[in-house]
């Protein structure tokens, strides 16, 4: 609803069922009951968690993290994020919308290269969401 305000934890009922989050539900079931036992919000386990992630990268850059944001108060409208199957120009406008240049956005999707998806195509479990050489 508000940015990174955890909304995807604090409303899982609604958000883990929209499509683009299929495949989420095993990260939001470790990091909600860790942010509920540690008394921190979702959103800050969230942006945590995820400097954690990139710190064990190799080479990756290490990022501070900022904590103090509120819980979420409303769940994220669906379609905020672009699905796997939308068009380039369809992507490169929603994510330009919300502010990414198209060479950010490049840089986020290449994370997806090493990624494996349990749900965009069951069939294929675990397999990466990129298949280039």
Not at 27 to 41: C, Q, R, T, V, Y
Not at 66 to 94: H, Q, Y
Request: hydrophobic residues 45%; charged residues 20%.
């Amino acid at each position: 609803g508000g940015g990174a305000d955890g909304s995807i934890l604090q409303f899982d009922d609604i958000e883990l069922n929209f499509t683009m989050n299929a495949g989420i539900d095993e990260i939001a079931e470790d990091l909600k009951p860790f942010a509920d036992e540690h008394g921190i919000s979702y959103g800050d386990v969230i942006q945590f968690g995820s400097s954690v992630a990139l710190s064990l990268c190799p080479g990756a850059p290490v990022v501070q993290t900022f904590v103090g944001r509120p819980n979420a108060t409303v769940p994220a409208s669906d379609f905020t994020v672009p699905e796997p199957f939308d068009t380039v120009p369809d992507i490169l406008a929603r994510m330009a919308d919300a502010g990414f240049s198209p060479a950010e956005l490049i840089a986020l999707l290449a994370s997806h290269s090493i990624a494996a998806q349990d749900k965009i195509e069951p069939a294929i479990a675990r397999s990466p969401f990129d298949s280039t050489p």
